[in-house]
């Protein structure tokens, strides 16, 4: 390993970044180095833009991707090799803003029928139920549940943060139950060893056959479920910064999006001056010829 892939590893690893931007961010240092056959500190920022702009036409990147690699390159060049702030002086392109299809109440209910499993159907249950990023849920552990206060506790979720999510009454009974039918040894759901949780990837596996099996041919995997979430919540009239705290998001803007997202409601504007003028008659007292 050379002293600057190191550098790079020592500065993640004490910023305590995950372990997939480490591998993205040296994915791309590595890239860079190679396409010069230069070390990093040797490019300049002109061979740095022609590579990022020829690499993402020539692979047709996403915006999710060049957003990635610009913060990468940030990184490179910032914090590690410590250049002035502004060498990486590279606009971020937009994302494209586009709704996701979400699911609605009665399709989330006939996923769920479908789940052939007592497995599959609480895994997908607590994705729903408590509206959970997939990498929260294959890690979810009986430490994890507080019956007494009726929470879910998620500890060090993205971003390194803990929150509690309300739990049902109907979801606790469901966990109680596959807990007595399953006997997992800490971890809810297990791999077939009983030692470790059950990755990310079958837990999407699981998504997609339920979701082929119930006959939904929306587009999103086991992430539509958080969503769904999120959505419902909204509908039932849950507070826009109580849904924030719940998704774990740090920023308000983000958990907006979902107002956004909503259907338009067929339900007009109340008439917030009813009563007053009930109580004040406001039309009788104030008579004015027209």
Not at 207 to 230: E, M, P, V
Request: one cysteine or more.
């Amino acid at each position: 390993m050379t002293p600057l892939r190191q550098k790079m590893v020592d500065l993640m690893t004490f910023r305590q970044y995950s372990p997939k931007t480490h591998t993205a961010y040296l994915y791309t240092a590595t890239r860079l180095a190679h396409y010069y056959n230069r070390s990093p500190e040797q490019i300049s920022i002109e061979e740095i833009k022609h590579w990022l702009i020829q690499t993402a036409n020539e692979r047709h990147w996403l915006a999710s991707t060049t957003h990635l690699t610009i913060n990468a390159l940030k990184f490179l060049y910032h914090q590690v090799l410590e250049y002035n702030n502004d060498f990486i002086n590279i606009p971020l392109p937009k994302r494209p803003q586009k709704s996701p299809e979400f699911l609605t109440q009665n399709e989330v209910y006939h996923l769920l029928s479908h789940a052939d499993n007592l497995k599959k159907l609480t895994l997908l249950s607590v994705c729903y139920g408590c509206g959970l990023r997939v990498s929260e849920v294959v890690i979810l552990n009986q430490d994890n549940i507080d019956t007494e206060q009726m929470f879910l506790k998620i500890v060090q979720g993205k971003g390194k943060k803990d929150r509690n999510i309300p739990l049902s009454i109907t979801l606790l009974k469901l966990l109680k139950t596959y807990w007595q039918a399953y006997h997992p040894n800490y971890y809810f759901f297990c791999s077939y060893s009983q030692k470790k949780p059950i990755t990310i990837s079958s837990a999407q596996k699981i998504f997609t056959q339920t979701k082929k099996a119930a006959g939904i041919h929306k587009k999103g995997g086991i992430h539509s479920l958080r969503h769904a979430y999120a959505s419902h919540q909204l509908e039932q009239g849950l507070p826009i910064h109580h849904l924030q705290k719940f998704l774990g998001h740090k920023n308000i803007s983000v958990t907006m999006k979902y107002l956004h997202w909503l259907p338009e409601s067929p339900v007009l504007a109340c008439d917030l001056l009813e009563q007053f003028d009930s109580k004040y008659r406001i039309l009788k007292t104030h008579k004015r010829s027209l």
